[in-house]
């Protein structure tokens, strides 16, 4: 009796390892997978803003409907990224980290990239996503940026570095094109949050989508200010635009970690 319950454990152990083996297998190899289909995308946008501004693809003037319902010409960098999927609004970048993403835009089913990628396939990595509620033309919004927190170290999970004050120093600036305009961002705070349950009190970063009045707008710095991870000394006024790029933050139930920075430049 004690052979076959020993064996039966020995059965049950080996089929547990071998689940795991198979889940972290399938796990790491659909990351490697996502991450040689953005390489392949950086190297579209790469190649297509190197090619001679006469070729053909290039030279045709491409017109969207941007989110304010203004017509307005896609830059010649993206017009092939467009092509290939017209979900996508832009990119956003930090130099020197492995944040280098298209940011895809679906205001009818605002989660639609959570768990899928450019061709639209079914993928846990999933793509950052701006939020149904914003308006990148609108200088006096809040443009809030989701992206998963991977144990891969892809999507937005490199963005939990910036609660290094070490880190911040020497990544300051957050770049975030849309189709038709690039767009530099000085970083003003970085702080961990959580999505509050009704009956909770705390600051919900997540009220502060889009448009904001400058009530809301002061609101928001103060808040953000009050949560630093450090002081930047960097201090919004009512008419820069913000940027928050959120994800998943480990801490505390539904834990979130946000990086929030103003409009510096464009071009």
């Known amino acids: 009796m004690?052979?076959?319950?020993?064996?039966?454990?020995?059965?049950v152990f080996a089929l547990i390892f071998i689940g795991c083996g198979w889940y972290l297998y399938s796990y790491y190899h659909e990351a490697g997978e996502a991450e040689d289909k953005i390489e392949q995308l950086e190297q579209l946008v790469d190649e297509t803003e190197a090619e001679p501004d006469?070729?053909?693809?290039?030279?045709?003037?491409?017109?969207?409907?941007?989110p304010s319902g203004q017509k307005k010409k896609i830059i010649k960098k993206y017009k092939k990224l467009y092509k290939k999927n017209k979900d996508v609004i832009g990119w956003v970048k930090v130099d020197d980290t492995p944040i280098?993403?298209?940011v895809m835009y679906t205001p009818l089913d605002n989660e639609y990239y959570l768990h899928r990628n450019f061709d639209k396939q079914n993928d846990s990595n999933g793509?950052?996503?701006?939020?149904?509620?914003?308006?990148?033309?609108?200088p006096n919004n809040n443009l809030l940026i989701y992206g998963h927190h991977m144990r891969s170290g892809m999507m937005f999970a490199h963005l939990m570095d910036f609660e290094?004050?070490?880190?911040?120093?020497?990544?300051k600036i957050i770049k975030f094109d849309t189709l038709y305009e690039k767009g530099?961002?000085?970083?003003?705070a970085a702080f961990r949050s959580?999505?509050?349950?009704?009956?909770?009190?705390?600051?919900r970063y997540y009220d502060y989508i889009g448009k904001l009045t400058e009530k809301k707008f002061d609101e928001y710095i103060k808040g953000i200010d009050?949560?630093?991870?450090?002081?930047?000394?960097?201090?919004?006024?009512?008419?820069d635009q913000l940027l928050s790029l959120v994800t998943c933050a480990y801490h505390t139930d539904e834990g979130r970690f946000i990086v929030v920075a103003r409009k510096t430049a464009t071009e």
């Open 127 to 138: 793509l950052p996503f701006l939020d149904a509620a914003c308006d990148p033309d609108d």
């Open 194 to 203: 959580k999505v509050f349950k009704d009956n909770e009190k705390g600051f």
């Open 226 to 239: 009050k949560l630093a991870a450090y002081k930047t000394g960097i201090k919004p006024k009512y008419g």
């Open 184 to 188: 530099t961002y000085e970083v003003v």
């Open 54 to 66: 006469d070729a053909p693809e290039i030279k045709e003037d491409i017109e969207i409907v941007a």
């Open 100 to 102: 280098n993403y298209p």
């Open 164 to 171: 290094s004050e070490k880190f911040y120093k020497k990544h």
């Open 2 to 11: 004690k052979k076959i319950i020993l064996n039966g454990l020995i059965v």
